[in-house]
């Protein structure tokens, strides 16, 4: 496996772009005229087009533009609330975020991209509550158990949090690569924490088979200080990879009594 995460976990606020458009080199704000003559349709392609090129000021005055002429269009409201929350208007993000969710009970993306704006703004257990929500709707989602899992890790829930990368990496075995880039990436607040989060992904690797990921974990939490990496050969976890030389180089066996 490919280099891993480096961070506590992605928040994947999942981005959903249209079709590509060509909306030349308009202003950051539309005139009034001009979005009023473009049809919901071309307002969503425009603004697909504009977030895609991180215009996302222009992506709001499009999406904005797009929801006043169809209020009931919980993808329209999904798609404005990306934008804002790229602009750093989170409160704005949640409110059109929970708009979407209302519109559609059963839109996970919405769902778990209120649990994402919780998160931003460091209330872990509300954005614990969305994030479940959005895994109840739709388990086979991977990006799902990661923000879930991040939720947890935050809380200190660390067995939770381990439950819930488990699964991510079921679902797909590059779930937590550092190449991910599917959604805000949230820095862990010590290097205390930090190398408790690498102990904690080798373990997830470990039982999961996949010795490099497991090493790679093992050498970040080493540089970290993580005072307790003696307990590879206690952890159940680490039980296949012990009489593995590579192991022994990162985290020597104790002393033979």
């Known amino acids: 496996m490919g280099n891993v995460t480096r961070?506590?976990?992605?928040?994947?606020?999942?981005?959903?772009?249209g079709?590509?458009?060509?909306?030349?080199?308009?202003?950051?704000?539309?005139?009034k005229a001009t979005l009023n003559s473009m049809t919901v349709a071309d307002l969503e392609k425009a603004g697909d087009a504009a977030r895609s090129q991180k215009n996302y000021l222009l992506a709001i005055s499009y999406f904005q533009a797009a929801v006043a002429k169809d209020r009931k269009n919980s993808v329209l409201y999904n798609k404005l609330g990306l934008s804002e929350l790229k602009s750093d208007d989170l409160d704005s993000a949640r409110r059109d975020f929970e708009r979407a969710a209302k519109l559609n009970s059963k839109?996970?993306?919405?769902?778990?991209?209120?649990?994402?704006?919780?998160?931003?703004?460091?209330?872990?257990?509300?954005?614990?509550?969305?994030f479940k929500k959005a895994v109840a709707l739709d388990e086979t989602r991977p990006?799902?158990?990661?923000?879930?899992?991040?939720?947890?890790?935050?809380?200190?829930?660390?067995?939770?949090?381990?439950?819930?990368?488990?699964?991510a990496l079921e679902l797909d075995p590059d779930?937590?690569?550092?190449?991910?880039?599917?959604?805000?990436?949230?820095?862990?607040?010590?290097?205390?924490?930090r190398a408790q989060y690498s102990y904690m992904l080798a373990k997830i690797y470990a039982k999961h088979g996949d010795v490099e990921g497991c090493l790679q974990c093992l050498r970040k939490a080493k540089e970290e200080g993580y005072r307790d990496l003696a307990k590879v050969y206690?952890?159940?976890?680490?039980?296949?990879?012990?009489?593995?030389?590579?192991?022994h180089e990162v985290v020597p066996p104790p002393a033979a009594k």
Do not use: C
Request: glycine share 6%; hydrophobic share 40%; no cysteine.
């Open 143 to 167: 990006s799902f158990h990661v923000n879930l899992g991040a939720a947890w890790f935050a809380q200190k829930k660390f067995e939770g949090a381990i439950t819930e990368y488990s699964r």
């Open 107 to 130: 839109f996970a993306d919405a769902v778990n991209n209120v649990g994402a704006v919780y998160y931003l703004k460091k209330n872990y257990g509300a954005s614990a509550k969305y």
């Open 175 to 193: 779930a937590l690569r550092q190449d991910v880039k599917a959604g805000v990436v949230a820095q862990i607040a010590s290097p205390e924490e």
């Open 19 to 31: 079709a590509s458009y060509s909306a030349g080199t308009p202003s950051p704000q539309q005139d």
């Open 7 to 17: 961070t506590i976990a992605m928040v994947a606020v999942l981005v959903m772009l």
């Open 234 to 247: 206690k952890d159940e976890e680490f039980s296949q990879m012990r009489d593995n030389p590579k192991l």
